[in-house]
């Protein structure tokens, strides 16, 4: 029994993230200012990509996303059950219809196939979602994308460091959205970004983020002079503050080290667990990168003798932190009352919402607290299995 509560998904702040803080306060430029667009030169380049949009959350930048697709009442975007319900809710607040395809059980990314089924005279785009940090089967969906003159984004939540046959997440699509909230692979505690190969987008959705104005603030105050600023679209307030740019700046520098502890941990876990009666995820695909953002374990009650529920308060009453990712979208009262969804219209993303546990995968964690979990996990089923 651990003394200390494990947080599940605590980040890894360092010194350097501390000290470029510390500088945005002495300099007092705190909003939207020079370390927000070198956050948003160092990730682009980061992406191989020449255009990105930093935002305050991955929420706003699915948002924006959407509606730079310049869609119509009626109009559909296909997308999966197994996601945040951010996800959904952006493209409702776009003024889209939001349709559901069912996952791959092994996978557990959107089926191509399902998508295909799904496709009708007023599909205009497919959110995928690259769950966990696993690929999506973008030559499928890209496939259909061409043949349905579909626009495609890519919602990158848990997928920054993940690729797919030599092309970085969020470049394949036509536009890419990244999270770095505080449980992400890299953090600004809230925040998100937007990328795109295609200027004019990105272009309108700075302006969209910064309430429709046609300069930043940071540009309107900067030594070189006021500018006046003009409205030009009823834009939002999405636009990401210095303060969090400061800790991204340094988070993105440490991103491959990052990645290669939580493929340490994820590796230990593959090996100390395989014995147990639970499911562990599939292996990476060749020629793509997994960005090891969650690592899910699945509890069959009739296999492991405890439900899903039971073992998650098992392992909170032993000090360890865990999440589940996720309940299938149609549990959701909200939308089984909007869309009529039931749930045993997606059986597979419905058998994993009701299985699934998150362990904890950050690179905060030490080899005793990864020791921790696997006790923790073992003792657990074994004793059920008894």
């Known amino acids: 029994m651990r003394k200390d509560f494990l ?6 702040i360092e010194q350097a993230e501390k000290d470029e803080l510390l500088d945005s306060m002495d300099k007092a430029w705190l909003g939207t200012g020079p370390k927000v667009h070198q956050f948003e030169m160092d990730f682009a380049k980061y992406k191989q990509i020449d255009y990105a949009a930093a935002v305050n959350s991955c929420t706003a930048a699915l948002h924006l996303a959407c509606l730079s697709l310049g869609l119509e009442a009626g109009d559909e975007i296909i997308t999966t059950p197994m996601t945040f319900c951010s996800t959904i809710n952006a493209i409702i607040h776009a003024g889209a219809k ?3 395809a069912d996952i791959d059980p092994v996978t557990l990314n959107i089926d191509a196939a399902e998508i295909g089924e799904k496709i009708t005279s007023r599909t205009r785009a497919v959110i995928v979602v690259h769950f966990a940090g696993r690929p999506c089967d973008m030559d499928a969906v890209m496939a259909l994308a061409k043949s349905h003159n579909l626009a495609v984004i890519e919602d990158c939540a848990h997928a920054i460091e993940t690729e797919y046959k030599g092309n970085k997440a969020g470049t394949i699509g036509d536009l890419g959205c990244f999270s770095f909230y505080a449980t992400k692979n890299i953090t600004t505690g809230e925040g998100g970004m937007i990328i795109s190969r295609n200027e004019r987008k990105i ?6 983020a910064l309430h429709g104005l046609s300069h930043d603030a940071w540009e309107r105050y900067s030594d070189s002079g006021y500018k006046h600023y003009y409205v030009e679209e009823a834009g939002f307030k ?15 520098r440490r991103i491959d080290a990052y990645w290669e502890r939580r493929q340490k941990i994820w590796n230990r876990y593959m090996g100390d667990l395989k014995d147990l009666n639970i499911g562990l995820p599939a292996v990476a695909e060749k020629d793509t990168r997994h960005a090891y953002h969650l690592f899910t374990i699945r509890i069959d009650p009739d296999k492991v003798g405890i439900s899903r529920d039971n073992f998650l308060e098992a392992m909170t009453e032993r000090n360890i932190g865990v999440g589940v990712h996720y309940l ?4 959701h009262p909200y939308y089984r009352k909007r869309f009529s969804w039931r749930s045993e219209d997606f059986p597979h993303s419905y058998a994993v919402g009701r299985e699934t546990v998150s362990l904890p995968i950050s690179p905060k964690l030490t080899d005793r607290d990864v020791e921790d979990v696997i006790v923790a996990v073992r003792d657990i089923i074994l004793k059920n299995q008894d």
């Not at 272009?203 to 969209?208: H, P």
């Not at 303060?243 to 340094?250: P, Y």
């Not at 299938?328 to 549990?331: G, K, L, V, W």
């Open 328 to 331: 299938s979208i149609p549990e």
């Open 238 to 252: 999405y636009n990401m503050m210095d303060l969090q740019a400061a800790i991204g700046i340094h988070q993105l």
């Open 203 to 208: 272009s309108r959705i700075k302006i969209m």
């Open 7 to 12: 947080v599940f998904g605590q980040p890894l």
């Open 98 to 100: 939001p349709v559901l």
